[in-house]
């Protein structure tokens, strides 16, 4: 059975950065709690656990004492900082670039919509922290939506700026924002800012060349991962035998009945040496 891996899956630049900088920490002797999980992967997230790694949630911050907070690739609210200063806690901010720079985005737009009496629509997951952090930049003035019926929420009578949480599907952006055009009662004052994250949408079409090319597709995902769902989709769209696992304990025989040929990818979250230990798996069914 030939067994191929995805040389294009894997952690993003954002991840890479935010993982190296807590190994960093904790090599230095450092007790280090991260905020929230690091990465929606259970497996890695283990891994950096038995280095010293510990997660805590907003309510942890006020009793860590004897340490530093790392702040992960999604980003935080201004409330979140605020608290570091109250609580006197120190912190390594691992923001991903790509999202820091989109939270300067949405408050720019929140601005321009202030003075027009418009309004800023984030396409996202809600609840997902990277959108929290950025409706949190703008005191969640502004409309989440997840999908095209989400509009409905929307008042089309006033300017409107669309965005995008960072890693959403290039697709759905486009409906989304074609909808609002189509359905606004002043065009022109519409403005769409597409800031999708190219890194992680780029995949998406090579997912599809990838998939096409093997019999059965085993996707190694965390359930929690929001990209990981957008290109699993991807995955299975292209080839119906595609199939979603955290490790490779989760794979079933009957899955791989008759292939000749199985590619291993993932998401941003999913790590390399996870991937792999699923291919070196599958080659001894």
């Known amino acids: 059975m030939q067994v191929e891996i995805d040389a294009g899956s894997g952690f993003c630049f954002g991840v890479v950065t935010a993982i190296g900088k807590a190994e960093q920490a904790i090599a230095s002797g450092q007790r280090v709690y991260s905020l929230g999980d690091i990465v929606h992967n259970a497996e890695e997230q283990r891994r950096l656990e038995t280095l010293g790694l510990s997660t805590i949630d907003h309510q942890g911050i006020a009793h860590v004492s004897d340490g530093t907070v790392l702040v992960r690739a999604h980003g935080e609210p201004p409330t ?61 003035d502004c409309t989440v939506v997840e999908r ?45 800012q597409d800031t999708i994250c190219r890194q992680v949408a780029n995949r998406e079409q090579g997912l599809r060349e990838f998939a096409a090319r093997f019999d059965v597709v085993i996707f190694v995902c965390g359930r929690k991962s929001s990209n990981g769902k957008v290109l699993y989709g991807v995955c299975r769209s292209t080839n119906p035998r595609s199939y979603c696992v955290e490790s490779e304990a989760e794979i079933q025989n009957e899955w791989l009945a008759e292939a000749q040929s199985v590619g291993v990818c993932g998401a941003t979250s999913t790590p390399t040496w996870l991937m792999e230990q699923v291919a070196e798996y599958i080659k001894t069914l």
């Open 148 to 192: 095209v019926e989400d509009l409905d929420q929307v008042d089309f009578s006033r300017p409107i700026t669309l965005l995008s949480q960072t890693t959403q599907s290039l697709e759905l952006f486009g409906e989304i924002a074609d909808e609002i055009r189509r359905r606004s009662q002043t065009p022109d004052t519409v403005f769409i």
């Open 80 to 140: 979140t900082y605020h608290m570091f200063e109250t609580h006197g806690v120190p912190y390594i901010d691992a923001t991903c670039p790509v999202v820091a720079r989109l939270q300067v985005r949405v408050k720019q737009a929140y601005a321009r919509m202030s003075e027009m009496g418009g309004q800023v629509v984030i396409l996202g997951k809600k609840g997902h922290a990277e959108v929290v952090g950025l409706t949190g930049q703008i005191d969640d």
